[in-house]
């Protein structure tokens, strides 16, 4: 089971793969997008420290339903022959509500919202998540190039000097070594 003190995110992955431009453009390509989507969703659960549950539909399928642990706060679900992704993510969200959970459900079925505020878990809407994420993403951007160019340029007393007053300590500075 994942922890148990962290906010916990559930996300419908075929409505987001369906819903964000980016995963569109791979219509034909749904395994890369679904990898792609793995990939965004472990960054940005780990920098938010969220447990995440990815759920994606298998109900046209004959397997079973499998779950796949990346980590200790990901995994990804793919529901049972006859389940849908929504009758999954109810039930979990309501579970994990009951067990004293902070619960968000990414989706943008209204049915399925409403279903899950019923619940007593917090919905996102699919174009939020998305915003959210690229908003993180700039964020680390922007902070990890700071970090970068803060720490490669030494900044040291003698460039901040006047010439003469440079000078005048680099005088002093000789007497006192000649006197050693």
């Known amino acids: 089971m994942i922890s148990t003190m962290r906010t916990h995110l559930i996300v419908d992955g075929y409505n987001v793969i ?4 980016e995963f569109l453009k791979l219509n034909s390509d749904l395994e890369y997008a679904r990898d792609r989507l793995v990939q965004l969703l472990l960054e940005y659960g780990a920098y938010q420290k969220y447990d995440i549950t ?8 004959s397997s079973v339903q499998s ?3 990346r ?3 990901f995994e990804i ?3 049972k022959k006859k389940e849908t992704a929504d009758s999954y ?3 979990l969200a309501y579970d994990l509500v009951r067990e004293g959970k902070e619960v968000f459900v990414v989706t943008s079925d209204g049915a399925e919202q409403n279903a899950i505020l019923g619940a007593g878990a917090y919905r996102v809407t699919v174009k939020e998540l998305r915003k959210t994420i690229k908003s993180t ?4 951007r922007k902070s990890y190039t700071n970090k970068i160019t803060a720490t490669s340029h030494r900044s ?5 000097l006047d010439e003469t007053i440079l000078s005048k300590l680099n005088i002093l500075r000789k007497k006192h070594y000649d006197q050693e």
């Not at 993403?137 to 680390?140: T, V």
């Open 18 to 21: 369906n819903c964000w431009p």
């Open 54 to 61: 990815l759920v994606f539909d298998a109900l046209y399928t």
């Open 67 to 69: 779950l796949e642990k």
């Open 71 to 73: 980590n200790k706060h």
């Open 77 to 79: 679900v793919y529901t």
């Open 89 to 91: 993510i109810e039930k």
């Open 137 to 140: 993403k700039k964020h680390l």
């Open 156 to 160: 040291e007393l003698a460039d901040r």
